[in-house]
C-alpha cells in the first residue's frame, strides 16, 4: 500500500476553492432559505449562506493584511434566494482574489498555530466551503459528491490542524489504543496512538493489531464531521469482526474494540 504524508501536493487549492464556492451559489438558488441544517440544529439554511459568506469575508482580510480579523457581521439585504445567492458571490468572489494575488507562502497569522503562511487559507476556505455544501445540500435532501483527493486532504486536514487544536481547547480526543484511519480510495493511512497530556500522535502507517476505521475518503471525511452516521447512531454494532454502517454515497467499515471506536468518532474532533 502507498503511504502518503502528505496530501496536498497535486492540488490546487486556491481553485479547488473557487470551484467549492460556486457549487455552493448554485445550492443557494435551489434552496429552501427557512429549511433547517441538520447538522447545525440552530441553523437555517439562511444562517449557513450569512456565516460562510462572513467567514470568506474574514479569511480574507487576514491573507490581505497577514493579521489576526474581527469576525464579520454582514447580511444580504434581502433574503430572497437570488440576492442571498448574490450576496454570498461577491464574497466568495473577493477571497478568492485575494487568494490568487497572494504570495502563498507568506507569513500569515492562523488560528491553529502551525502552518503560519496564506496556503493555510486556501486549505482551510476550501474544506468549509465543501463541508457547509454538504449542510446545504442535507438541508435540500440533495447528494454532494466531493473529489476523493480533496476528501483526503480534508482528513489529513482534520488530523493535522483540528485534533491538537481541540485538544488544546479542552476537548481532548477518547484515545487508548492505536487506531487506524485508511482511504480505501485513494490508498492513504494514519494511524492514532494516544499520548498522555497531549493529543495523539498521528502517523502515515498501519499497525497490526490496531482499531481500524477504513472506507471511502468523502466517507471517512464526513465521518469525522459529524455528517455521518458514528457507532451506536444507527449504524450496525462495531465489533471484533469487520461490519459495515451505510454512509451513502460510500461505506465505512469498523474492525476492533467496539467502544474505543465509537468513544474515538463520538469525541468532539472538530469545532
Known amino acids: 500500500m502507498r503511504v502518503t504524508a502528505r496530501s ?4 490546487d487549492l486556491v481553485e479547488e476553492y473557487v470551484a ?16 433547517p441544517v441538520p447538522a447545525c440544529p440552530t441553523w437555517s439554511t439562511y444562517d449557513l449562506v450569512v456565516h460562510l459568506g462572513n467567514v470568506h469575508a474574514w479569511a480574507a482580510t487576514i491573507v490581505e493584511t497577514g493579521a489576526r480579523a474581527a469576525p464579520q457581521n454582514d447580511e444580504p439585504r434581502s433574503r430572497r434566494p437570488r440576492s442571498v445567492g448574490e450576496w454570498y458571490a461577491g464574497k466568495a468572489e473577493d477571497l478568492y482574489q485575494v487568494l490568487r494575488a497572494a504570495d502563498l507562502d507568506a507569513p500569515c497569522w492562523n488560528f491553529a498555530g502551525s502552518g503560519d503562511s496564506a496556503r493555510f487559507w486556501a486549505r482551510r476556505q476550501t474544506h468549509e466551503t465543501l463541508m457547509h455544501l454538504l449542510d446545504l445540500d442535507q ?9 476523493a483527493l480533496v476528501c483526503t486532504d480534508g482528513i489529513a486536514e482534520v ?15 477518547v484515545l ?11 490508498d492513504h493511512v494514519w494511524t492514532l496512538t494516544p499520548r498522555t497530556d497531549a493529543p495523539p500522535l498521528v502517523a502515515v502507517r498501519t499497525e497490526p493489531g490496531a482499531d481500524l476505521v477504513e472506507g471511502s475518503a468523502c466517507a471517512l471525511w464526513r465521518l469525522l464531521w459529524k455528517r455521518a452516521p458514528a457507532p ?35 469525541s468532539r474532533l472538530t469545532p
Open 176 to 186: 487508548t489504543a492505536p487506531l487506524t484511519l485508511r482511504a480505501v480510495d485513494t
Open 8 to 11: 496536498t501536493t497535486s492540488l
Open 232 to 266: 451506536g447512531s444507527g449504524s450496525p454494532a462495531v465489533g471484533t469482526q469487520r461490519r459495515s454502517a451505510s454512509l451513502a454515497p460510500a461505506e465505512v467499515s469498523f474492525v476492533g474494540n467496539a467502544e474505543r471506536i465509537a468513544a474515538f468518532i463520538g
Open 159 to 173: 488530523l493535522e490542524v483540528f485534533l491538537p487544536r481541540m485538544h488544546a481547547r479542552g476537548h481532548a480526543a
Open 139 to 147: 438541508a435540500s435532501r440533495r447528494t454532494t459528491d466531493v473529489a
Open 20 to 35: 467549492a464556492a460556486g457549487r455552493f451559489e448554485a445550492g443557494v438558488a435551489r434552496s429552501d432559505l427557512r429549511a
